[in-house]
């Protein structure tokens, strides 16, 4: 029997837009209660107007998961409103699509602190309330970059794969516990992602724009599959055909896939 999610009390971060704001969406209307997290204050206060008709609770928590002061305060207050955490999804996440040698270090930096270690801080101060709870979940967003490398994606591949690693040894940690860990590998998604972070120019930025407003799958029927896929307990949460094939080649023809990149880069080329 899957669990029911009515009353569970979801911690989502990245939840002003995008991917974090439809599984908010999905999740409350499976009946759970939110506390949304994000640095952006006005799409949260968007995000939970267009929420606000049922009888679940929303709250909404203006932070910067790449600062630890940040969460450690935030939970408290999720704390102190909700009384309880059962479900946290680590999705916030910056992109840069530039070559390496072109990117300034700095830019290297800050996004790997709002991708990796914003989901290594809300883990670390969540973790302890989720083991309080018979059934809880730990959900980590990643991509299909971290399963490959990418011409113009060296920041954020690695920042992912540096999450794909971390929670794929947590999974082995908490196996003996009433915690459930979820990775989910999401499809091409038109969630602004690209329009609002660093390009190497303007051109290739809508290049790649066109793709995911061409190719994406809607956000809302994404949420939904990834929603349900949670409630299974399924650890690998791979969305749409694509990814499937994506994540196959990359574990069992690594070498093959990644010449294949190379040699076809300008086809692939968003840089």
């Given at each position: 029997?899957?669990p029911?999610?009515?009353?569970?009390?979801?911690?989502?971060?990245?939840?002003a837009?995008?991917?974090?704001?439809a599984l908010a969406?999905?999740?409350?209307r499976?009946?759970?209660h939110?506390a949304?997290?994000?640095?952006?204050?006005?799409?949260?206060?968007?995000?939970?107007?267009e929420l606000?008709?049922?009888?679940?609770?929303?709250?909404?928590?203006h932070?910067?998961?790449?600062?630890e002061?940040?969460?450690?305060?935030?939970r408290?207050?999720?704390l102190?409103?909700?009384?309880r955490i059962?479900i946290l999804?680590n999705?916030?996440?910056?992109?840069i699509?530039q070559n390496?040698?072109q990117?300034?270090?700095v830019?290297?930096?800050?996004?790997?602190d709002?991708?990796?270690?914003g989901?290594?801080?809300?883990?670390?101060?969540?973790?302890?309330?989720?083991?309080?709870q018979?059934?809880?979940?730990?959900?980590n967003?990643?991509?299909d970059?971290?399963?490959?490398?990418f011409?113009?994606k060296?920041?954020?591949s690695?920042?992912k794969s540096?999450?794909?690693?971390?929670?794929n040894a947590?999974k082995t940690e908490?196996?003996?516990?009433?915690?459930?860990?979820?990775l989910v590998?999401?499809?091409?998604l038109n969630t602004?992602?690209?329009?609002?972070?660093?390009h190497?120019?303007?051109?290739k930025?809508?290049?790649?724009?066109?793709?995911l407003e061409?190719?994406?799958?809607?956000l809302?029927?994404?949420?939904?599959r990834?929603?349900?896929?949670?409630?299974?307990?399924?650890?690998?949460?791979?969305i749409?055909?694509?990814?499937?094939?994506?994540?196959?080649l990359?574990?069992?023809?690594p070498?093959?896939l990644?010449r294949?990149?190379?040699?076809?880069?300008?086809?692939?080329?968003?840089t």
């Amino acid at each position: 029997m899957r669990p029911n999610l009515k009353n569970k009390t979801v911690v989502i971060t990245g939840a002003a837009n995008g991917l974090g704001k439809a599984l908010a969406n999905e999740f409350y209307r499976q009946g759970s209660h939110l506390a949304l997290i994000d640095v952006d204050l006005n799409g949260l206060e968007r995000a939970k107007s267009e929420l606000e008709t049922n009888e679940q609770k929303i709250t909404i928590h203006h932070a910067d998961v790449s600062i630890e002061k940040d969460i450690a305060t935030t939970r408290l207050e999720v704390l102190n409103n909700h009384k309880r955490i059962d479900i946290l999804v680590n999705n916030a996440a910056i992109s840069i699509s530039q070559n390496f040698e072109q990117m300034e270090l700095v830019d290297y930096k800050k996004l790997f602190d709002i991708n990796f270690w914003g989901t290594i801080h809300c883990t670390k101060y969540f973790l302890p309330d989720l083991r309080n709870q018979d059934n809880s979940w730990i959900v980590n967003v990643i991509s299909d970059f971290a399963l490959m490398g990418f011409p113009g994606k060296t920041a954020y591949s690695s920042s992912k794969s540096g999450v794909l690693g971390f929670t794929n040894a947590l999974k082995t940690e908490l196996a003996d516990t009433n915690i459930k860990v979820c990775l989910v590998i999401p499809p091409p998604l038109n969630t602004g992602l690209v329009k609002n972070n660093k390009h190497i120019d303007d051109k290739k930025r809508e290049s790649e724009a066109r793709f995911l407003e061409k190719n994406g799958l809607p956000l809302d029927q994404t949420a939904k599959r990834i929603v349900k896929q949670i409630r299974r307990g399924k650890y690998r949460i791979i969305i749409g055909t694509m990814m499937f094939w994506i994540d196959l080649l990359s574990r069992l023809f690594p070498t093959r896939l990644h010449r294949l990149i190379g040699k076809n880069k300008k086809r692939f080329d968003f840089t």
